[in-house]
């Protein structure tokens, strides 16, 4: 008998621990929705109406897109974090992604209170279109994206890939800092 009191006792002690550890899980995913919310907080205003206009300071604020050298295309587009960006295009004409293919290409929406697209000196031609209850960025009509293949400023291993319906490619910026052209590179990439 004493055997058997003695593992009831050690299964009685497992689910114990068992329990602590499920309760331990479940406390720490509370707080870390809690500190998330409370830092979320922190960057809110004071005000508790959500129909404020951007002043022209905050619209302005920082460049949405801006250009940078590449070593194989010259100068390219990017996005404030120096990012390279792309279109999708299929005989010249934009190609619309959506579904899968925004995992894959994310694409450069207008921050939350940004009523337009800004450039950095030179970056011509940036427009929005509306997409999914957000305004993407679009430069002479073509949306925008960036490539998670591209893990580090000034990366352009997206160019030339044929996906989703299209072919992706660099916005090259013809003469430094003249308007951005969306035409095709003449580099070739490798299927995604």
């Known amino acids: 008998m004493q055997r058997g009191a003695a593992s009831t006792r050690t299964r009685a002690a497992r689910r114990s621990d068992a329990s602590a550890r499920k309760f331990s899980t479940h406390a720490f995913i509370a707080l870390s929705v809690v500190a998330v919310v409370a830092l979320a907080a922190c960057g809110g205003s004071s005000g508790s109406s959500s129909s404020k206009k951007p002043t022209a300071s905050t619209a302005t604020r920082t460049a949405m897109v801006a250009?940078?050298?590449?070593?194989?295309?010259?100068?390219?587009?990017?996005d404030d974090k120096g990012m390279t960006l792309y279109t999708l295009t299929n005989a010249g004409q934009p190609v619309p992604c959506s579904d899968a293919?925004?995992?894959?290409?994310p694409p450069?929406?207008?921050?939350?209170?940004?009523?337009?697209?800004?450039?950095?000196?030179?970056?011509?031609g940036l427009g929005t279109v509306a997409a999914g209850g957000n305004e993407e960025v679009t430069v002479n009509g073509s949306p925008l994206y960036r490539f998670t293949g591209d893990h580090a400023a000034g990366d352009v291993n997206g160019d030339g890939i044929n996906s989703f319906g299209g072919t992706w490619h660099v916005v090259v910026s013809s003469g430094g800092s003249t308007s951005p052209s969306t035409t095709p590179s003449t580099r070739g990439g490798s299927g995604y």
């Open 67 to 78: 250009t940078a050298k590449n070593s194989k295309l010259g100068t390219i587009l990017v």
């Open 101 to 105: 293919c925004l995992t894959v290409w």
């Open 108 to 124: 450069l929406l207008l921050p939350s209170g940004t009523t337009k697209a800004t450039g950095s000196a030179g970056v011509r």
